[in-house]
């Protein structure tokens, strides 16, 4: 049976060595509802290996009481937001590794958590690209960057945060959030939520592939409001 030990050596082997690097990697253990097992569950942000970027994913395995060794040769995987998990079966510690690396390099994950991971790779240029091509002159993004407030969160509560600079001279804080469909109309929303200095804009959407030009333009609209 695999040790935990075996697998927290494994994920440093996979992430952390010259293959790769990772902004974050928390470890939390969390007691079962029956109390049986508890599930062994790392959270990672920020990932980049190879050609590969991955903006958060989750890694659950199930370990016996003494959280020392695996109870099963499985774990699941957060595929996309909201809480889609895949599960992957494994024989030994080597064949779980490589199911790991296989995930990673093939970017087996869901259409939202590849837009948002895609979104992290060259923010300023795509929003600087899609800002003048809406002719939006008055504003230049200077850096953007990945910042999660809470790492550890339930999948249904996570929030991707990100803090963009405009102009070198503005800082706005800008967080999404995906909302479950809703009971009127059956659609999935999109949350984002703008703050400059103590003013706070939410604006809603219903998909993701155009992020950039959303972004992009309600940074301008909220700076409109904000600076006379």
């Known amino acids: 049976m695999i040790t935990t030990k075996d697998l927290e050596t494994t994920f440093k082997e996979i992430f952390e060595k010259e293959r790769g690097l990772v902004q974050s990697i928390e470890t939390v253990f969390e007691l079962s509802r029956d109390k049986s097992f508890y599930k062994l569950v790392i959270s990672i942000h920020g990932l980049s290996i190879e050609d590969t970027l991955i903006i958060h994913t989750k890694f659950i395995f199930k370990t016996n009481l003494e959280k020392n060794k695996l109870i099963e040769n499985s774990f699941i995987y957060l595929y996309d937001i909201n809480c889609e998990y895949h599960k992957v079966d494994f024989r030994n510690i080597i064949d779980l590794r490589k199911k790991i690396e296989d995930i990673i390099e093939s970017n087996e994950f869901g259409t939202d958590l590849q837009i948002l991971s895609d979104f992290i790779e060259a923010p300023s240029m795509f929003l600087n690209y899609y800002l003048k091509r809406a002719r939006i002159t008055n504003y230049s993004i200077y850096d953007v960057k ?42 999935v929303r999109y949350k984002f939520r703008f703050q400059f200095l103590d003013k706070i804009f939410n604006r809603e959407t219903d998909t993701l592939t155009n992020i950039h030009f959303f ?10 409001k904000m600076i006379k």
């Open 146 to 187: 990945y910042d999660p407030k809470f790492k550890t969160l339930p999948c249904d509560r996570i929030t991707f945060d990100f803090k963009i600079n405009v102009n070198n001279a503005y800082d706005i804080s800008v967080s999404i959030q995906k909302k479950e469909k809703e009971e009127v109309d059956d659609i």
């Open 215 to 224: 972004i992009g333009s309600n940074i301008a609209k909220t700076l409109d």
